[in-house]
C-alpha cells in the first residue's frame, strides 16, 4: 500500500473515532488528577487533624477535662473521619476516670467503638468499656458487651474480662472455664500468674464437692480371727481348761 493511501485510510480512521480518543485521554486526565488532589487533601487533613490530637493530649496530660471536651468537639466537627478522632475519644475516657466520671467515659468509649476505623481500635475501645462496666458493678452488660467477641488480639483479655464478670455474678463454672480460654490463649496479652490464681481461688461448686456417685470407698481394715481384738480371749484367758488339767 502506498503512502498516500495509508494516510488517507488514517485520516478516515481518526475522522470517526477521533472524538472517542480525544474524550478518553480527557477522562483519565481528569480522573489522574481527581485521584491526586484528593489524596493530597486527605493528606492534608489528617496532618491538620494530628495537630489538633496534639493539642488533646496535652490537655489530658495536664487533667484538663474542659479543654480536653472542647478539643475533642472540635475534632470531631472537622475531622469526622480522621482515624485521630477515635484515639481522641480513647484518651478523653482516660481524663473522664482520672476525675470520677466514669459514666462519661462508658459514652465516650461506646461513640469509639462504634466510629472505629480499624477492628483493632474498636477491640481497644470494648476492652477498656468492659473494665468501666465492671467497676460499674454491672456485670451483665460486660457479658453482653464481649458475647461473641473473638479478636485474634484480644482473645485472652475478653475471656479473663468475662471471668471476672461470672465470678462476681457467682457462675462459678461458667468463670473457670473463661479463665482457662484465657490462659489457653498463646499471645501471652494477659498475666498469666495472676490468672492462674483467679482461678484457683474460685470456690468449689456443689457437684465438685460431692463425691462422685458409684465411686467404691476404700475398705476399713477387718481385724483378724482369733485375736483379741474379735473377741477371742486367747490361750490365756480365765476358762475350763483341756481334758489333763481337768483330771487334776
Same mark, same amino acid.
Given at each position: 500500500?502506498?503512502?498516500?493511501?495509508?494516510?488517507?485510510?488514517?485520516?478516515?480512521?481518526?475522522?470517526?473515532?477521533?472524538?472517542?480518543?480525544?474524550?478518553?485521554?480527557?477522562?483519565?486526565? @481528569? #480522573? +489522574?488528577?481527581?485521584? %491526586?488532589?484528593?489524596? !493530597?487533601? /486527605? $493528606?492534608?487533613?489528617?496532618? *491538620?487533624?494530628?495537630?489538633?490530637?496534639?493539642?488533646?493530649?496535652?490537655?489530658?496530660?495536664?487533667?484538663?477535662?474542659?479543654?480536653?471536651?472542647?478539643?475533642?468537639?472540635?475534632?470531631?466537627?472537622?475531622?469526622?473521619?480522621?482515624?485521630?478522632?477515635?484515639?481522641?475519644?480513647?484518651?478523653?475516657?482516660?481524663?473522664?476516670?482520672?476525675?470520677?466520671?466514669?459514666?462519661?467515659?462508658?459514652?465516650?468509649?461506646?461513640?469509639?467503638?462504634?466510629?472505629?476505623?480499624?477492628?483493632?481500635?474498636?477491640?481497644?475501645?470494648?476492652?477498656?468499656?468492659?473494665?468501666?462496666?465492671?467497676?460499674?458493678?454491672?456485670?451483665?452488660?460486660? @457479658? #453482653? +458487651?464481649?458475647?461473641? %467477641?473473638?479478636?485474634? !488480639?484480644? /482473645? $485472652?483479655?475478653?475471656?479473663? *474480662?468475662?471471668?471476672?464478670?461470672?465470678?462476681?455474678?457467682?457462675?462459678?463454672?461458667?468463670?473457670?472455664?473463661?479463665?482457662?480460654?484465657?490462659?489457653?490463649?498463646?499471645?501471652?496479652?494477659?498475666?498469666?500468674?495472676?490468672?492462674?490464681?483467679?482461678?484457683?481461688?474460685?470456690?468449689?461448686?456443689?457437684?465438685?464437692?460431692?463425691?462422685?456417685?458409684?465411686?467404691?470407698?476404700?475398705?476399713?481394715?477387718?481385724?483378724?480371727?482369733?485375736?483379741?481384738?474379735?473377741?477371742?480371749?486367747?490361750?490365756?484367758?480365765?476358762?475350763?481348761?483341756?481334758?489333763?488339767?481337768?483330771?487334776?
Amino acid at each position: 500500500m502506498e503512502e498516500k493511501e495509508q494516510i488517507e485510510e488514517l485520516r478516515a480512521w481518526w475522522s470517526e473515532y477521533g472524538n472517542y480518543v480525544v474524550g478518553g485521554v480527557v477522562i483519565g486526565a @481528569l #480522573a +489522574l488528577f481527581g485521584w %491526586q488532589y484528593q489524596r !493530597g487533601a /486527605t $493528606a492534608g487533613s489528617e496532618i *491538620a487533624a494530628s495537630t489538633v490530637y496534639d493539642t488533646l493530649a496535652d490537655h489530658v496530660a495536664d487533667g484538663d477535662v474542659d479543654a480536653a471536651e472542647r478539643t475533642l468537639a472540635e475534632l470531631a466537627a472537622e475531622h469526622a473521619g480522621s482515624s485521630y478522632l477515635t484515639q481522641a475519644r480513647l484518651a478523653v475516657a482516660r481524663v473522664y476516670m482520672d476525675n470520677n466520671r466514669d459514666e462519661d467515659a462508658a459514652n465516650v468509649l461506646r461513640a469509639a467503638m462504634a466510629e472505629a476505623d480499624s477492628e483493632a481500635m474498636a477491640a481497644v475501645a470494648r476492652m477498656r468499656l468492659a473494665k468501666i462496666l465492671q467497676y460499674q458493678e454491672k456485670f451483665d452488660e460486660v @457479658l #453482653a +458487651l464481649l458475647d461473641g %467477641q473473638d479478636n485474634m !488480639g484480644f /482473645t $485472652a483479655r475478653f475471656a479473663e *474480662a468475662r471471668g471476672d464478670a461470672l465470678t462476681a455474678l457467682e457462675r462459678y463454672d461458667e468463670a473457670r472455664a473463661a479463665y482457662t480460654l484465657a490462659l489457653a490463649d498463646n499471645g501471652q496479652t494477659t498475666d498469666v500468674t495472676f490468672i492462674q490464681l483467679k482461678l484457683l481461688d474460685l470456690p468449689l461448686t456443689v457437684a465438685e464437692a460431692m463425691p462422685v456417685e458409684g465411686a467404691v470407698e476404700e475398705p476399713t481394715a477387718e481385724p483378724e480371727a482369733g485375736s483379741e481384738a474379735a473377741g477371742d480371749p486367747g490361750p490365756d484367758a480365765d476358762g475350763p481348761g483341756d481334758d489333763s488339767e481337768a483330771g487334776e
